[in-house]
């Protein structure tokens, strides 16, 4: 049996006695935050349900994974086949022959003719490990833009949508960063390379120190995006060396 609420007595303080909640399976009040009803002759698990958050009695439960557990009636408009769906063998419609009970357990043959998958074969969500049908929308988590993981029902993950759209906006913030960091070190390099002949040149002195804070604002900018940059370390050298190179050059004359 999953259970869902960990017994915790630090974390929340002592709940009133008029915040007592009935017993699912007997009626009988308990304490919120029990695990199981505490009368022996029940003593059923306090199991909530992940839509509408309420304790779900033993023989209405859909599900069995800690945390995505569900009311029969809470589950029930997710797993409805559209009304056009039918069987590809005898043509029926499948919505008036098929039941929660067989959706949620893989749909694997018509009731009616027994023609084989006749919703296709369902993935497995990757959060209630219940069947995914090709009816229901689904969502894959990202992370830089890149889908991971299994696919997942939305209903699963009301939020994961808009989590999706955060991570491409940073992952397309993340880019156009690295892109200008790498611009800027390309940039101190060549300021770097013409630097050198501020030796010949008075001119081209202030070359050498611009390269080296070219390097350096492009490491800052590469470090966080924690991606390492070694274009931008040699500007920042080469920076350095053409500051010493030419104050070599002054001094000497
Ligand atoms: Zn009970
Ligand atoms: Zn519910
Ligand atoms: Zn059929
Ligand atoms: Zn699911």
């Known amino acids: 049996m999953p259970k869902i609420e960990k017994a915790s007595r630090s974390e929340s303080s002592a709940v009133a006695p008029t915040d007592l909640v009935e017993c699912a399976d007997c009626g009988r009040l308990m304490s919120p935050r029990a695990v199981r009803c505490p009368h022996p002759q029940c003593a059923a698990f306090r199991v909530l349900c992940k839509v509408c958050s309420r304790a779900i009695p033993a ?27 039918t069987c590809p063998d005898c043509r029926k419609a499948l919505h008036s022959l098929v039941t929660l009970e067989q959706l949620v357990k893989r749909l694997d043959h018509c009731p009616s003719c027994g023609s084989p998958w006749p919703l296709l074969e369902p993935a497995k969500c990757g959060d209630c490990g219940l069947p995914i049908y090709s009816f229901q929308k689904t969502v894959r988590e990202m992370r830089r833009g890149y889908e991971i993981g299994d696919p997942i029902h ?11 759209a955060e991570d491409q906006r940073k992952t397309r913030e993340r880019t156009r960063g690295i892109q200008f960091a790498t611009a800027m070190s390309l940039l101190g390099l060549i300021c770097g390379t013409f630097g050198f002949f501020g030796v010949l040149f008075t001119h081209l002195i202030p070359l050498g120190p611009i390269a080296f804070i070219l390097g350096l604002l492009a490491t800052r900018m590469s470090d966080r995006y924690s991606e390492s940059l070694p274009a931008a370390g040699w500007a920042m050298a080469i920076g350095i060396l053409d500051s010493l190179a030419c104050l070599g050059g002054f001094l000497s004359q």
């Open 154 to 164: 939305l209903f699963c993950r009301p939020d994961q949508e808009s989590k999706n």
């Open 59 to 85: 023989g209405d439960m859909i599900g069995n994974r800690p945390g995505f557990t569900f009311h029969r009636r809470c589950i029930e408009g997710k797993f409805k086949i559209p009304r056009n769906v």
